[in-house]
């Protein structure tokens, strides 16, 4: 076995020098899950509420199509499942795609792999390295899942089940991202491909739970979500999990032998031997550079809206079956459910589609530690355009994605019998959420300018963001906390009615901090920091 | 002649590390000005300052009149920037990095473009991403060249190139200077250095510690002698400034510091010489004097007048 020699030096000079991400991934994604199992029999402090809630919610498609099937709600730990189980395994999925795209592709395209393969080290040592690294990760948050909830008095089956399929899905993604790392020779495209693997898996499994629960079997996040924990235990849905693992890995390695290195499995192409009349100026540039990024995050919030949009009609017709229930529901949240479920929609585009202007934003300052900034800035390009243009692209981006998020939401709501009066409703909602998706360009900007170091920091506060969205209540978070995140300020269009006000602060807010960033730039050094 | 840069008692720190140390560079428009220096004796860091990427803690600097910080978008209209390390945009082309370069600078040239791209042997449909490290250098040199800058600040702008480009990257740039315009060349490669440089400046931990023209600095060097003389070489060894003295029979070699050459060779004379070699002093010896030194001992950076540290001597 030559080809691996080396592996375990190479894995822990991995688990040494990226000590800091592997931790804060784990603690990150446990805490979440520890905070729940907590904070939810605060939430359901009697067997009744529990009852009362587990009947409420299997009639309601809305909560179905972001959590997972209706299954053991009326216990404990149905409802710890059913509330963080399909968040916490795309946080799984997510750590793994991140994780092996940055050890694999990421070091090849560095050119570090190369200076690593030059010693006396196996043609697979590295890929395994990583693949060992990210399988201990997930290793390491399952058993501290499961640990957690048996700590909490939860039964033991269900735990380690749920456990289980945490360490799975983020194998399963883990796997995804290393098949997608041999073909392409770009990590970014390594994240976005495996990303839209995640994204689709999400939506598949929100398809098929909406219906009769077939489609679902096509989404690693369904297969785990097959095996009930906590509601009658099944094991052998989490073989599947472990089966495609292993093809995924078996066909990378093979692909991995029949390239090299440095190179992927499509060869590159000649390009334009001169440049198009668009790359001319700072912001054509900002534009081509983010081209392909905006098309993918376009792609990605058009398949979530038409899934979000087909399964609206559904909505409605659950509320048919119970008119009880959905008065419930509707006196609680102002607008009736079908209103609330696209409010709920948007925000989870929105708060996706961030994680594009967040990005986009962020070129300013990978532009600069690549080196590249210098050449551009040793041109008569004033810092402040360098980095507005591609702050422009970010703006207008944030809006185009929730354009695209807001009619394929409503056409397909329309299509699919939800009624075409809706398209310009269903528009507006989604377009709502640019200023809150601006405040974040903001903050990125902000940190670059002012503490260049720490402009990662930009994408902890996105996932408290999520986390706060989406689990703020079940996880009985203060409001004044749940008050901080911008999407918060959100009006919650349909169902609550549009007010100008927390929109028009949101943009000034946003506005100061790229103003504040802008002017950090100017006067800070540029370079390596 | 005006003076295209010009900074005193320069100094930036980064932390704890000292990069540059009080310097004092001066160059004079419409010449090719050599900036010497080893790996992290801040050539880097200078040009950073002069493009305005970095303000100096203290201390002045003028480019072409002007302060690098504040005017630098109107700067950058007359200066054109080739960086050591070329770090590109691996999804774009050659061709339209150049030209991406040419429209931001506003001067683009798409006749002078295509020529160099034929003289530096560059295929501009390649992305930038497959191209090697020469490649890249070539990307960035071409688009400088390409433009009409009246200031070339180029940072071991041939450090990825084979000799024939080298020999290219030469010719291109005794043109630039025949047409007047003013070069700052960084490198550590002595050989173009003396092909191509008026002036030079050696920078050693962030201060210029020799400056002048090549023959100004040849004085601070030693000739090396070969010769073949019908007398043996007697007192010949005793001489001032006399070094590695060698006999073998009727050969000598030494070496002689360069302000000691006269006597020797009077006395060589009187010894009746058969044969003579002369080597005259390289800028390499010079250089590898001063760095060859620096191993042997810490150097003293307690004076802080800006004077040239003297040549140290055996």
């Not at chain 1, 194998?171 to 839209?196: D, I, K, P």
Request: charge should be neutral; proline fraction near 5%; include cysteine.
């Amino acid at each position: 076995m030559t080809s691996l020699t080396g592996t375990l030096a190479l894995t822990r000079f991995i688990l040494r020098r990226d000590r800091g991400w592997i931790l804060i991934w784990i603690v990150v994604i446990v805490a979440v899950v520890a905070l729940a199992a907590i904070g939810i029999e605060g939430v359901f402090p009697t067997q009744t509420a529990l009852d009362q809630t587990a009947a409420a919610t299997a009639h309601n498609a809305a909560v179905i199509a972001f959590n997972g099937p209706a299954q053991g709600l009326n216990t404990v730990g149905g409802q710890v499942a059913f509330q963080f189980g399909a968040m916490g395994m795309v946080f799984v999925g997510l750590m793994s795609i991140f994780m092996v795209g940055r050890l694999t592709r990421g070091e090849e395209e560095a050119g570090r792999l190369e200076v690593v393969r030059s010693l006396p080290v196996g043609i697979h040592a590295n890929t395994l390295a990583a693949v060992l690294t990210v399988a201990a990760m997930n290793l390491t948050v399952g058993v501290l899942i499961a640990a957690v909830l048996i700590a909490q008095g939860l039964p033991v089956a269900g735990s380690v089940i749920f456990g289980v399929s945490f360490i799975l899905v983020g194998l399963v993604f883990g796997g995804v991202a290393l098949l997608v790392a041999q073909v392409t020779e770009s990590t970014r495209v390594v994240y976005g491909t495996a990303g839209a693997v995640l994204g689709a898996a999400f939506v598949l499994r929100a398809v098929g739970d909406i219906g009769d629960g077939t489609v679902s079997w096509f989404s690693p996040i369904g297969v785990a979500q097959k095996a009930r924990p906590f509601a009658d235990e099944r094991w052998w849905p989490l073989l599947l999990l472990v089966a495609v693992t292993v093809l995924l890995i078996a066909a990378a390695a093979a692909l991995a032998v029949r390239r090299d290195l440095g190179a992927g499995l499509v060869a590159a192409r000649p390009g334009p031997p001169a440049a198009a009349p668009s790359l001319g100026s700072p912001l054509g540039l900002a534009f081509r550079l983010q081209r392909a990024s905006l098309l993918g995050w376009g792609a990605g919030v058009l398949v979530i809206g038409i899934a979000y949009g087909w399964i609206g009609p559904t909505v409605d017709a659950f509320i048919g079956q119970n008119k009880a229930i959905a008065e419930l529901l509707a006196g609680a949240g102002g607008g009736s459910l079908t209103d609330m479920y696209f409010a709920t929609s948007f925000r989870l585009m929105a708060l996706l589609a961030t994680g594009f202007a967040i990005g986009s934003a962020l070129r300013v300052r990978s532009e600069e530690t690549s080196m590249r900034a210098e050449l551009v800035l040793a041109t008569p390009v004033s810092r402040w355009r360098f980095a507005a243009s591609h702050l422009a692209v970010a703006f207008a981006g944030s809006v185009i994605l929730l354009a695209v998020a807001g009619l394929a939401t409503g056409l397909t709501y329309g299509l699919a019998g939800g009624g075409m009066q809706n398209v310009p409703r269903l528009f507006v909602a989604a377009l709502v959420y640019a200023p809150a998706m601006w405040i974040m360009v903001g903050l990125a900007i902000a940190l670059d300018g002012l503490v260049p170091r720490f402009v990662g920091v930009s994408w902890a506060i996105l996932v408290a963001c999520v986390v706060v969205g989406f689990l703020g209540a079940v996880l009985g978070l203060p409001s004044w906390l749940q008050d901080l995140s911008p999407f918060e300020r959100v009006p919650q269009l349909p169902a609550a009615s549009l007010t100008l006000l927390p929109l028009v602060v949101l943009s000034a807010v946003a506005a100061g901090l790229t103003l504040i960033g802008l002017t950090g730039l100017r006067r800070r050094d540029i370079g390596r920091i | 002649m005006p003076i295209a840069i010009s900074t005193s008692g320069l100094t930036k720190n980064f932390g704890s590390t000292r990069a540059l140390d009080g310097l004092d560079l001066s160059v004079k428009a419409g010449e090719v000005h050599g900036f010497l220096g080893p790996n992290g004796s801040g050539k880097t860091t200078t040009i950073r300052v002069l493009l305005g990427l970095l303000r100096a803690d203290s201390g002045d600097v003028e480019l072409l009149g002007k302060d690098p910080w504040r005017d630098a978008v109107e700067l950058h209209r007359r200066l054109a920037y080739v960086p050591g390390e070329v770090s590109l945009w691996p999804n774009l082309t050659g061709g339209e990095v150049i030209d991406l370069f040419g429209r931001l600078r506003g001067d683009f040239n798409r006749r002078r473009r295509d020529e160099l791209l034929e003289r530096f042997l560059l295929d501009p449909t390649k992305k930038t991403g497959s191209y090697s490290k020469g490649n890249r250098q070539k990307v960035a040199l071409v688009a400088a060249l390409a433009s009409d800058a009246e200031l070339l600040l180029l940072d071991e702008p041939t450090s990825g190139l084979d000799p024939l480009m080298e020999a290219v990257f030469q010719d291109c740039i005794h043109e630039v200077k025949a047409q007047g315009r003013t070069v700052l060349l960084s490198s550590h490669i002595l050989a173009e250095v003396e092909a191509l440089c008026d002036r030079l400046s050696i920078i050693r931990l962030g201060r210029i510690v020799e400056g002048g023209t090549l023959d100004e600095l040849r004085h601070l060097t030693r000739t090396s002698i070969i010769a073949e003389t019908m007398h043996p070489a007697q007192g010949l060894a005793d001489l001032d400034g006399i070094h590695d003295f060698e006999i073998d029979a009727a050969h000598v070699r030494f070496e002689v510091d360069t302000d000691h050459l006269d006597p020797a060779v009077r006395r060589l004379s009187e010894l009746g010489v058969r044969s003579l070699v002369s080597h005259p002093p390289t800028l390499e010896e010079l250089f590898l004097r001063h760095y060859g030194d620096e191993l042997a001992q810490e150097p003293e950076r307690v004076d802080r007048e800006g004077d040239p540290t003297p040549l140290p001597r055996r």
